[in-house]
C-alpha cells in the first residue's frame, strides 16, 4: 500500500472520531439548552413579582425622598463593569461576544468621564482574557457558567452592592453597569448591555403581567420611603443578575450546539474529500500495478522469442 494512500485513511479514520465527539457534544448541548429554559421559566414568577413592585416603588410620586440606589451621582469617577461569560471554549464567538461589547462599553464609560472602569467577571474565559493582559481580576467568579444557582447571583450583587455604596470616593464605584447574553430563542441570541444602578424607573421591564393588565397593581408599602428601597432593590438587583446568569447559559449551550453542528458539518465534507483522494490513490496503485504486469508479461513473451 503507497504512502499516500496510509496517509490519506489514517486521516480519515482521525476525522472519524472527531466526528464522533462532535455531535455527541451537540447532541449534550441541545439537551442542556431545555433544561436551562426551564430554570428560566421557573425563575420567572419572583422575577415578575419583584419587578412589578419596584416599577411601582419608583413610579413617581409614590416615595418622596431620593434614595442612593436610584439617585445618580453628581460626578462618576468610577464605573463597575459586569461581565458574564463561559468557563468553557467551544462555544463559537459566544465569550468573544461578550469580552467584545465589554471593551466598547469601557471605552464608552471612559469618554463619559468615568476615570476608572472596574471589572467583575464571571467565567473563567473573561478571566484568563484580563489576567493575559494584565488587568485586574479580584472580583471574579467562575465554575458555575452553565448551572448558575441564585446564591451565585447573590455573591456577585452582595459585591457590587457594597461597592456601589461606598462610591468612588472610598475606592467603590458610582455606577454598575451589565454585560451579557440574552437568550431570545433557540437561533437568536443577542449580546446585551444594560445600566443596574443607580436604577432608573424607566430602564425596569415591563412584565408579561403588567402587559396583560396594562397598569401595575395598586400596593400599600409598610414601612414606607427609603425603608421599602433598602429592603426591595438589593433584592430586584441579584434578581436581575440570576436572570442574566440564566439567560447567559441557556445561550452557552445554544452557542456550543451551534458550533458543534458546523463542526460535525465540515467532518463529513472532509470524509468525502479524503475518500476521493484516498480513492484516487488506490486507483493509481492499481493503474500501476496493472502496467507492472503487462510490462512483465511482455518481457517474458520477448525473452521467448528470441530463444
Request: aromatic content about 4%.
Amino acid at each position: 500500500m503507497g504512502a499516500q494512500l496510509r496517509e490519506a485513511r489514517r486521516r480519515i479514520k482521525s476525522v472519524q472520531s472527531t466526528k464522533k465527539i462532535t455531535r455527541a457534544m451537540e447532541l449534550i448541548a441541545a439537551s442542556r439548552i431545555v433544561k436551562a429554559q426551564q430554570r428560566i421559566a421557573a425563575s420567572r414568577p419572583y422575577a415578575d413579582a419583584i419587578t412589578d413592585v419596584v416599577r411601582t416603588v419608583t413610579a413617581p410620586g409614590v416615595v418622596s425622598e431620593d434614595h442612593p440606589l436610584t439617585t445618580p451621582r453628581e460626578t462618576v469617577g468610577a464605573s463597575a463593569l459586569l461581565l458574564i461569560t463561559s468557563d468553557r471554549g467551544l462555544a463559537g464567538g459566544y465569550s468573544a461576544n461578550v469580552l467584545r461589547a465589554g471593551e466598547q462599553t469601557t471605552a464608552r464609560l471612559r469618554e463619559q468621564g468615568s476615570s476608572t472602569v472596574m471589572p467583575f467577571l464571571v467565567g473563567r474565559k473573561a478571566v484568563g482574557f484580563y489576567r493575559f493582559r494584565g488587568r485586574d481580576v479580584s472580583h471574579s467568579w467562575s465554575g458555575f457558567s452553565e448551572q448558575p444557582s441564585y446564591d451565585d447571583a447573590k455573591a456577585v450583587a452582595d459585591d457590587l452592592l457594597e461597592n456601589f455604596v461606598k462610591g468612588s470616593s472610598d475606592g467603590g464605584v458610582d455606577e454598575i453597569h451589565l454585560v451579557f447574553t440574552k437568550f431570545e430563542s433557540m437561533a437568536t441570541q443577542r449580546v446585551t448591555v444594560s445600566r443596574l444602578l443607580p436604577l432608573d424607573p424607566a430602564d425596569v421591564p415591563e412584565t408579561d403581567s403588567e402587559e396583560e393588565a396594562g397598569q401595575s397593581a395598586l400596593m400599600e408599602f409598610e414601612p414606607e420611603g427609603a425603608g421599602v428601597l433598602d429592603a426591595l432593590l438589593p433584592r430586584y438587583l441579584t434578581a436581575r443578575i440570576y436572570a442574566a446568569m440564566l439567560d447567559a447559559a441557556a445561550s452557552e449551550q445554544a452557542a456550543r450546539r451551534r458550533a458543534m453542528k458546523s463542526a460535525t458539518d465540515n467532518a463529513d465534507e472532509l470524509i468525502k474529500k479524503l475518500t476521493r483522494d484516498a480513492n484516487a490513490a488506490r486507483q493509481a496503485e492499481i493503474t500501476q500495478e496493472i502496467m507492472e504486469i503487462v510490462g512483465g508479461a511482455e518481457a517474458l513473451a520477448g525473452a521467448g522469442r528470441d530463444q
